[in-house]
């Protein structure tokens, strides 16, 4: 059973960097055929992809928000993590990680359970 567990502080002050781990368990990071990504949902709007890295370690972002994003992997703890810098109150959301793992048919999609992020002085 693939599971994904996001964490990080709920409160951020503008200006300041973002930053959440996503822990996987059940599949590894590294392996073929895998798609970690992060997404947000601002309240009152829709999904957000911001950003994923794949089994090799490379990284997409959204061309939106690139400039202040960063994704990156801790495989000895099977963690992503995302970095936005400079927040502002508009990023404001609910960020979730998510898995896409090949399973040979077609893509299976994993989520954690999102974590509430508010911008805030």
């Known amino acids: 059973q693939v599971q994904l567990q996001e964490s990080g502080p709920g409160l951020v002050k503008p200006s300041q960097t973002l930053s959440l781990t996503c822990t996987v368990s059940?599949?590894?990071?590294?392996?073929?055929?895998?798609?970690w990504s992060w997404v947000r949902q601002p309240p009152g709007k829709g999904l957000e992809w911001m950003g994923a890295?794949?089994?090799?370690?490379?990284?997409d972002y959204i061309p939106s928000l690139k400039s202040r994003t960063s994704i990156a992997r801790d495989t000895s703890k099977n963690q992503f993590s995302l970095q936005l810098s400079s927040v502002t109150p508009e990023d404001t959301a609910v960020y979730y990680c998510?898995?896409?793992?090949?399973?040979?048919?077609?893509?299976?999609?994993?989520w954690g359970q999102g974590t509430q992020v508010t911008v805030s002085s």
């Open positions: 998510n898995g896409k793992l090949w399973n040979g048919i077609g893509w299976s999609d994993y």
């Open positions: 890295t794949g089994y090799d370690g490379k990284t």
């Open positions: 059940g599949a590894s990071i590294t392996d073929n055929y895998r798609s």
